[in-house]
């Protein structure tokens, strides 16, 4: 029909992206944050200097851009502390734990013994 509308005006639309969005987010975050605390666990990229402890370590500290998968249990410490309102610096231990386990010891299959802290944190990111 001549002169009527067949798409919301841009005011309009983006109004309704944004109702959408503000019903619509809050539930699928809340969905994937419990998957990742219970089934998924998350990724973490993490840009630090790594420093070892551990019984026969002979790789010195320096810094390391890592990312990868840490497990459920850790995922749920980590989310659990964020919704408590931790700083990221009160992250730094849980987080430098979670990366022992799955990257410096591959989930317990390696360097027994070995545990890796974390100083100097240029930036952590959290990704499901």
Not at 88 to 116: C, K, M, N
């Amino acid at each position: 029909m001549p002169g009527k509308l067949t798409t919301p005006q841009k005011r309009l639309q983006a109004a309704l992206v944004e109702e959408t969005e503000s019903e619509w987010q809050p539930q699928v975050r809340a969905r994937v944050r419990e998957q990742a605390a219970t089934s998924n666990g998350m990724m973490v990229d993490v840009t630090a200097y790594f420093g070892f402890t551990g019984k026969g370590s002979s790789d010195d500290g320096r810094e390391r851009q890592i990312t990868t998968a840490i497990s459920p249990t850790y995922a749920k410490q980590i989310l659990e502390l964020q919704e408590a309102g931790a700083t990221e610096e009160e992250l730094h231990p849980i987080v430098a734990e979670a990366i022992t386990e799955s990257y410096f010891t591959e989930w317990g299959t390696r360097a027994a013994g070995l545990r890796a802290d974390f100083t100097h944190v240029q930036s952590i990111e959290f990704r499901f």
